[in-house]
């Protein structure tokens, strides 16, 4: 039998409720009450003050399966004497926890007896509030980087104008232990470019689509415009990640969105590493006598490629500093390697062939 409601009274849930029920009930409320959402709230989300158990106090006991335990066993009594830091345990052996913080306000959990029992400090609102959201509230989205998102990537302080960064400052999750961040699922989506894209660099604007939890529990769809700003020379595979950018999961976690580069066929061009290869069709009568033609490179430059002796077929001239610029210096760039493509006659007629052996003997 549970022996104090206040906490469950103060979430608006049962003294049945599970861990998905009191999450949900604490992000409902703290979002309804929350002074950017409703000024009118203001007080009853920040601090704790006169008034009893706050929302912070309630969700940090509740979402803590020993703190819980011990609250259903003995309840929480407001204002008892101070104990001495770390664990402190009364006659009956019960163990406790406690800690400090910013407002020095202290709960007790009772054992019954005089002096049995353990003190335990609750972490400020805000500390508490951001630190849920950093684990369950993705759904808000943050700021993309080149490569990837931050978890918070200036904090739900910057988002809410709470005035201070976001987190958890210190270890207040008692027992010596700290809540695990649950694993995040990754959702990957190809994002194909072309060779001309990967070498001047670009940006591209990509829409998804995406499942929220809403405060009152149910599931919308919303559809986001994530910038992804694509880098000189990046190569086929590179990842851009977006942190919790993906659907909102039931057990409060949200996916991550990793876009891999995929490079598009180029009619003229084939990568290979910061290399570009390309293929210069020749006659036989031009592989033999010599030959001047132009080719246009992959910044649209006209590229001057001659020989006065003879080329073998397959055969390979390297042009440094016309490849494509390396991911981590653009301003260095690799090579055009062309390979000569020699094509020769399906039939001859018997006077040229008389003629060839002329002229070869």
Known sequence: MVKDLKLYRYLEIGPDADENAIRKAYRKLALKYHPDKNPSGTERFKGFGKNGLRLALAYEVLSDPKRRQLYDQYGLTEGQPQAGPGFSAGPGGFQGFSGRTSNGQSFFFSTGGPDGGARFHPSSADDVFASFMKNFGGAFGGDSDDFGMGEMSGGFGRLFNMGGSAGVHGNHMGFGGKKDDPEREIVTKALPLTLEELFTGTTKRMKIKRKVYNHTGSVRQEERILEVQIKRGWKPGTKIKFAKEGDEKPNGTVQDVHFIVEEKPHPVFKRSGDNLITELNLTLVEALTGFLKMITTIDGKHLKVT????????????????????????????????????????????????????IFS
């Open 307 to 358: 020989s006065a002796n003879p080329i073998q077929p397959n055969h390979e001239v390297c042009y440094p500093g016309h490849g494509m610029p390396l991911s981590k210096d653009p301003s260095t760039r690799g090579n055009l390697i062309v390979v000569f493509k020699v094509a020769f006659p399906t039939t001859l007629s018997p006077e040229k062939k008389t003629a060839l052996k002329q």
